[in-house]
Nanobody, 128 residues
Framework: QLRLVESGGGLVHPGGSLRLSCTAS????????IGWFRRAPGKNLESVSC????????FYGESVEGRFTISRDSAKNAVYLQMNSLKHEDTAVYFC?????????????????????WGQGTQVTVSS
């Protein structure tokens, strides 16, 4: 079974940067649409960013657009989320998920049950 693993989380000051990685073993992530989602304490799951299999379509949530960048590295079988200009409100557990959708926005806006597999998450804390 496909197992997604997130890494790269940590503690960072406001205005700082982090890069999250989503990797998998035994399967090629290029075969799946991949999304990043987050859950802040006391809040619902929020779609952060999604990328299609071919990487020709991406989507960003309004709260992160212009600050976060999603990308793939096929050679490393990874999907990254580069997070810049981090804010206190970006504090959350970040998850990657995979599935097959018609577009990046479709993946990001569809409910969590539409995703086939989820990672365990990585904590991002933005604090001064």
């Amino acid at each position: 079974q496909l197992r997604l693993v997130e890494s790269g989380g940590g503690l960072v000051h406001p205005g700082g940067s982090l890069r999250l990685s989503c990797t998998a073993s035994g399967v090629t992530l290029d075969s799946f649409d991949i999304g990043w989602f987050r859950r802040a304490p006391g809040k619902n799951l929020e779609s952060v960013s999604c990328i299609t299999k071919s990487s020709d379509d991406t989507f960003y949530g309004e709260s992160v657009e212009g600050r976060f960048t999603i990308s793939r590295d096929s050679a490393k079988n990874a999907v990254y989320l580069q997070m810049n200009s981090l804010k206190h409100e970006d504090t959350a557990v970040y998850f990657c998920a995979e599935g097959n959708f018609t577009s990046a926005v479709h993946m990001c806006l569809a409910g969590p049950l539409t995703k086939d597999n989820w990672g365990q998450g990585t904590q991002v804390t933005v604090s001064s």
